[in-house]
């Protein structure tokens, strides 16, 4: 079985049967690649079958996360969504285009622009008050015309951006961080709570959850 993750940039693929994975540009994607069931933004052209990604990602946090209690957070290129489970139960979830906007690729933009390697860089106490990768760019970009290192200066807007998220995530003790951000260590040193990673992967576990949990009503 191929499930696929069509995110606004990047496509994760996993082949359950070889246990491959694969990550590749949504624009890469042959015309004709057809994934059984899948979740993401693009994933209506590419998937038979389709899971949604709030369920997608409660089901993962089932499947992967041993404690009862927790808040899974997944931060993508362009958005941000989270759930919360206390005691086995599902209690809330939200999923904002906004204070995530364009988050992931905004980062990943501005490293490639300035030459940064995130791994090279210490956190920041300060930070650039951001509720969008975006516009906190072009503080970054003030902030190196008024001398400040860049690295400093992206590590500011990122610190940003974590704040940012953690309040959008109800401000817990403890994060589990999904998407493409979990590559980013200087993303994960800079999240004000404890946080735990999982792969990029994340969300195709809960889709396959999903599809044994409803396998009668799935072509498989």
Known sequence: MILLDAGTTYAKILNTETNEKTVKKVADLEKTFKADIGTGHNISRFAKQSVNEIIALSYAGKRLIKE?????LDVGSRDAKYVIFENGNFIHSDWNTECGAFTGQAIEILGSYLNLNYN??????????????????????????SSVEPGIAAARLIKGVCMSMYRFARKPDK?????????????????PAETICLDRFTLLEGVLEYAASKKDGINL
């Open 68 to 72: 009862k209690s927790f808040t899974l």
């Open 120 to 145: 090279d860089i210490e956190p920041q106490k300060e930070f650039i008050t951001a509720t969008c990768g975006l516009l906190g760019m072009g503080h970054v970009f003030d902030m190196v015309a």
């Open 175 to 191: 994060i589990y961080l999904t998407g493409g951000l979990v590559n980013n260590a200087l993303f994960v040193r800079s999240m």
